[in-house]
């Protein structure tokens, strides 16, 4: 026996895994309902049911795969320094996108190149300004703190990690290993500005390696 349409043993989160992999590897428009309700196991009545029209779905299925994939991002912004964090986001991403099992490359990027609806589209832009608005925030403080220098452009710096991390979703989606994201890692950190070196700091450097004393 079914209620409204919803098979026995029906799993809300297992089937909304499923409509995220279908979404990220076909994007909105080339991801059909015949499909998204084959992966979830579920039929039309029940995902109507448990998860209104497509649209909705999809909305549903870009806040799970944040909640899920994305973590990295808010570890980034909480580490001390505003290099610290650019490195660690840019290495969490490019772990991300190349996650073994889990399709290649990042929802929001993968299916915004697969999607035309502008609405859709809108979301998943604005998923991705959410997140350069968190980066560039960030920066502004580190410039407050003297962590970067007075002049640097904290939105332009959040803007060049969003750029390269949905250049990562692209490549990675192309078959580049992740051992090579990693590699570009480095290269793009070469270009981040470096902490400032406080007078003190510079007086007195903590971390410098000692002059061997001898007794």
Not at 65 to 87: F, I, K, Q, W
Not at 129 to 143: E, M, N
Request: aromatic share 6%.
């Amino acid at each position: 026996m079914t209620v409204s349409g919803r098979p026995r043993g029906f799993d809300s989160d297992i089937a909304l895994d499923a409509a995220v992999n279908v979404f990220w590897r076909r994007g909105y428009d080339g991801a059909s309902l015949s499909e998204l309700t084959a992966a979830m196991g579920i039929n039309r009545p029940s995902l109507y049911a448990a998860f209104g029209d497509k649209a909705q779905l999809f909305h549903m299925a870009l806040r799970r795969y944040v909640d899920r994939n994305m973590g990295y991002v808010s570890a980034a912004l909480a580490l001390p320094t505003a290099h610290e964090v650019a490195t660690a986001f840019l290495v969490g991403n490019a772990v991300a996108v190349t996650r073994p099992g889990l399709p290649a490359g990042c929802l929001s990027v993968q299916a915004a190149v697969a999607t035309e609806g502008s609405s859709q589209l809108a979301l998943l832009s604005e998923n991705r300004a959410t997140i350069q608005a968190l980066f560039a925030d960030r920066f502004r403080r580190a410039i407050d703190d003297g962590d970067l220098a007075a002049n640097e452009d904290p939105d332009e710096l959040a803007t060049f990690l969003i750029t390269i991390s949905s250049g990562f979703a692209i490549r990675a989606a192309d078959g580049i290993p992740r051992d090579s994201l990693l590699a570009l890692v480095r290269r793009a950190m070469a270009t981040f500005p470096a902490p400032v070196e406080s007078p003190t700091s510079r007086a007195h450097p903590s971390n410098a390696q000692k002059e061997p004393t001898h007794a």
